[in-house]
């Protein structure tokens, strides 16, 4: 049985990259540094995303920044996860300010929305919701289009963990993702993973407009961190991991996949774990009793996902129920 511990502002250390290690420190400029992806050496509060230098998953780095931790926490193949649990419309040519695209009534979501494996805990409500992709939505398309942020959002302000992933095209390959393991108040935190995952996950370029009928993001507050004595002690497709490791030099090393990815990239534990301590930057060969030092973290995680069709349909639902009968700028929807 695992044991639970804290998560919160004061436990930083929970951070680290979710694949692999770079040292490299994070820059403020959007296309440089890793605002999640840096690595996980030292164990101090740090960034990481989901790319890959090593094939598989991404590399993590850790780096301070304003005592809040950066991690990334998918993988895949030169940073592409396939298999994602998101809506299945696809790709749309729809323009930002167009009418309800084709196959979604203004009535509201499509029944395509979806929340990822791992999503929910012991059948208590969820605290995810398809208001905060859409808030994730309007603060990316108000930085690209130049408006103004959007307003404060009705969902609550809770502090949580959280990762913002975008996915982008039919395949919905990665196109970014970023989070923290430091509890963040959801209206910061939110707005703040937006635009870093969109525009300074290093292993992509900054989004661009033209990208953004294309997009599907997911929302991730993760919950039930346990420590664990044994590596082998989580669940495929319902918890994610979290390793800490001493590689070749002695250094601490960390890194960190989401509930979904293991499942999506159809691996047992033992290529999980294999594949984590690969990103984190071992690389001498893997044998089972060094797997027995890993310390390990399982944790859950809420995740809802939703195409960029279904934000459009959503806000323009909320806009009609307002009486207003045509699309306005997002920045509006929660006026």
């Known amino acids: 049985m695992g044991r639970k511990r804290c ?18 420190k994070l820059s403020g400029s959007p296309g440089s540094g890793c605002p999640g992806g840096v690595g996980a050496g030292s164990g101090v509060a740090g960034t990481g995303h989901c790319g890959s230098e090593l094939g598989i998953g991404s590399s993590a780095t850790v780096a301070a920044a304003a005592n809040v931790s950066r991690a990334n926490g998918l993988g895949g193949p030169g940073g592409n996860v396939s298999g994602s649990s998101s809506s299945s419309s696809g790709s749309s040519g729809t323009n930002a300010l167009s009418p309800v695209p084709a196959g979604y009534s203004s009535s509201g979501l499509s029944p395509n ?26 603060v990316l398309y108000c930085h690209l289009y130049g408006y103004q942020p959007p307003r404060t959002p009705r969902f609550t302000n809770d502090p949580y963990p959280l990762f913002v992933t975008w996915k982008i095209g039919r395949d919905k390959r990665l196109r970014g993702c970023i989070g923290t393991f430091s509890a963040m108040n959801l209206h910061s935190g ?5 635009l870093t ?28 961190f346990e420590d664990v004595g ?34 999506e990239q159809g691996w047992d534990h033992i290529q999980t774990i294999d594949s984590l301590l690969r990103k984190g930057g071992y690389k001498a060969p893997i044998t089972n009793d060094f797997r027995k030092t890993i310390k390990l973290t399982r944790y859950r995680s809420e995740k809802l996902t939703m195409g960029y069709a279904e934000y459009i349909a959503h806000r323009q639902h909320h806009h009609y129920q307002n009486g207003i009968g ?3 700028p997002p920045y509006n929807h929660y006026s």
């Open 190 to 194: 939110l707005r703040e993973y937006t």
């Open 197 to 224: 995952s969109a525009l300074k996950d290093s292993r992509f370029p900054p989004m661009t407009r033209d990208e953004l009928p294309r997009l599907f993001c997911s929302v991730s507050l993760l919950t039930n």
């Open 113 to 138: 929305l979806s929340s990822g494996p791992g999503s929910g805990s012991g059948g208590r409500k969820m605290v995810v919701s398809a208001e905060m992709c859409c808030f994730c939505f309007d």
């Open 7 to 24: 998560v919160g502002a004061d436990c930083s250390k929970m951070a680290a990259g979710c694949c692999g290690v770079k040292k490299q």
């Open 230 to 263: 044994d590596y082998l002690d989580w669940e495929v497709g319902v918890h994610g991991i979290r390793i800490e490791f001493f590689n070749e030099k002695g250094s601490k090393r960390t890194a960190t996949y989401l509930p979904e990815v293991a499942k």
């Open 326 to 328: 045509h699309p306005l």
